[in-house]
């Protein structure tokens, strides 16, 4: 996922916001400059309302509600692992929620590892 994420997101994504989880929020932006709507670590998030937001979109079983945080946080693009992912933390607990909306589009799948783009 690491090359992927590298060499999928900072030409596609520009400087638009994007929601990371696991261990890629700690290390992308040292290899390459997007924003992070938590800056690389959930307490440097200068957001209001980012715990309340964070915890349902990682961790909520409603799609509207995470659709709906995802849009309060400005969110552009969002980085989900699933079982399948090499991805050592799996934070998203109902990543079946991502699948069942118009709202995200799905912009890139391998190996349990999908970026979606907010619509």
């Not at 961790?59 to 693009?77: H, M, P, R, S, V």
């Not at 607990?93 to 619509?119: A, M, P, R």
Request: aromatic share 10%.
């Amino acid at each position: 996922m690491e090359k992927e994420t590298v060499n999928c997101e900072p030409s596609t994504v520009n400087c638009q916001l994007i929601f990371l989880s696991g261990s890629t929020a700690f290390w992308l932006n040292s290899l390459v400059d997007v924003k992070q709507v938590r800056g690389g670590v959930d307490q440097a998030s200068v957001d209001k309302i980012w715990r309340e937001a964070a915890w349902e979109v990682r961790e909520g079983g409603i799609t509207e509600d995470t659709e709906k945080a995802l849009k309060a946080l400005n969110i552009n693009y969002i980085v989900v692992h699933n079982d399948q992912s090499a991805e050592f933390y799996h934070d998203f607990k109902n990543v079946e929620k991502f699948e069942n909306t118009t709202n995200l589009v799905k912009f890139f799948e391998e190996l349990g590892d999908l970026i979606y783009k907010v619509q």
